[in-house]
């Protein structure tokens, strides 16, 4: 079904910004949620934040709130992640997951995109 692609990764230093952008293959999104994830070194990937494309309700990790924005523009098929403030603590590859709710659990979503490394500098 829907086929995701990141973009948006790179090396900064701790306080900068970056903004990721996921695009879905298709003309419009098949899934009513879109997520982003991170793996940071370890085995597991772990929820940042969400929005449903209905409504646009968002959710986010406490770990992020206040410094990570999620926004989507459906019309481009696109999911975006603000990321400001960034802490080494930040680091990891990203991805974008899409999924039928909004849940803090990867293996709920049923898409998932390839990732974007994010490397945050002391």
């Known amino acids: 079904q829907v086929h995701l692609a990141e973009s948006g990764g790179g090396l900064v230093q701790a306080g900068e910004s970056l903004r990721l952008s996921c695009t879905a293959s298709e003309r419009t999104f098949t899934s009513a949620v879109m997520a982003w994830f991170r793996r940071a070194p370890g085995p597991e990937r772990e929820f940042v934040a969400a929005?449903?494309?209905?409504?646009?309700?968002?959710y986010y990790a406490d770990s992020v709130k206040g410094r990570f924005t999620i926004s989507s523009e459906n019309a481009k098929n696109t999911v975006y992640l603000q990321m400001d403030s960034l802490k080494p603590e930040d680091t990891g590859v990203y991805y974008c997951?899409?999924?039928?709710?909004?849940?803090?659990?990867?293996?709920?979503?049923?898409?998932w995109g390839q990732g974007t490394q994010v490397t945050v500098s002391s």
């Open positions: 929005q449903r494309l209905s409504g646009g309700a968002t």
């Open positions: 997951a899409a999924g039928a709710r909004a849940t803090l659990r990867e293996i709920t979503y049923a898409h």
